[in-house]
């Protein structure tokens, strides 16, 4: 090994130890035991991540295995932006990293001075970027919802973003304020000919960045333990061949929207076939990599933002 791959390498572990101590939250103890070096080196290793100016809030060190990854899936699903953030081993289904990023992309584009249109999913992933991202004063701008934020029983979603995003950055926003599915198709599309309703999708058609969470389609899918469809919609999407869902739409295998169950009944705006706008999906974790997979395979996003550990799963899939 080249004094030049001895630096690299030096220099990855210490941005990696950085991100655990610093994002992930662990102490250099567990950190030890997870990079398997000594308490010592650990200490070391954090501390070279500061003085080589390698993380300040958020981490800046482009570690190489992550930027394979990223590579590989841009050239794999003709990507137009793609992320992935070191795994943490002691919780590889934390949002923490991939919440950062997620985050950095809102404040960057948001800080634009030319009037931006955010539209918003839901989820644990895009709250958890949400609630990262600093005090902005930008009136001009526009933040939209995605989703219909009200469940079967009549209680708002805990993970709805917009009112949120707006109240850190001044914009003027547009919640979605339909029930998640409505009772039969006929009364879905009545509900959206109303005047205040088309608007708020119309501005949701125009916007130059859609941020949404992936979810999977089995018994833990989240849209079923949040409360928003219930045991047998869910099972009968399942025997339709739903894998995953974006704002709500089940897709199949191949990424293609289902043409029937919850789907002829849901509120949400629909995915552009292939995605026109930058449309970045946020998800970890070994259950949504069918998921993810069929939701890049159908184009219905063109950006990623995930961790390691799920790329690569997602490429050996």
Request: some cysteine.
């Amino acid at each position: 090994m080249t004094a030049s791959d001895n630096e690299r390498s030096r220099l990855d572990e210490a941005a990696r130890a950085g991100w655990l101590y610093f994002i992930a939250g662990h102490t250099q103890g567990e950190i030890a035991k997870m990079l398997k070096v000594s308490r010592a080196s650990a200490q070391r290793l954090v501390s070279l991540c500061l003085a080589e100016r390698l993380i300040t809030f958020r981490l800046e060190h482009p570690i190489a295995a992550c930027m394979e990854f990223a590579a590989r899936l841009t050239d794999l699903f003709h990507l137009v932006y793609c992320e992935v953030v070191p795994a943490d081993p002691a919780a590889p289904l934390a949002a923490a990293g991939i919440a950062e990023r997620a985050a950095n992309i809102l404040e960057s584009t948001l800080r634009i001075e030319k009037p931006t249109i955010v539209a918003l999913g839901t989820g644990r992933a895009v709250r958890a970027a949400v609630e990262r991202v600093l005090p902005i004063d930008c009136p001009n701008h526009q933040i939209v919802s995605l989703v219909g934020n009200i469940s079967t029983d009549g209680s708002a979603s805990f993970f709805d973003t917009v009112g949120r995003l707006a109240d850190r950055t001044k914009a003027r926003h547009y919640p979605m304020p339909l029930p998640f599915l409505m009772s039969s198709e006929s009364e879905r599309d009545q509900m959206l000919r109303i005047e205040s309703i088309a608007r708020v999708r119309a501005v949701a058609a125009k916007a130059d960045l859609r941020l949404v969470g992936i979810g999977q389609m089995d018994k833990n899918a989240q849209v079923h333990v949040d409360g928003f469809v219930s045991r047998e919609e869910l099972f009968e999407m399942m025997r339709l061949g739903a894998v995953g869902e974006l704002t709500g739409w089940a897709f199949d295998a191949k990424g293609c929207v289902i043409d029937g169950g919850t789907n002829r009944r849901l509120t949400s705006i629909s995915p552009q076939v292939p995605a026109q706008a930058l449309t970045i999906g946020a998800a970890v974790g070994r259950a949504k990599v069918s998921a993810i997979k069929a939701a890049l395979a159908g184009r219905l996003i063109n950006g990623l933002i995930t961790d390691e550990a799920t790329a690569s799963a997602i490429l050996k899939q």
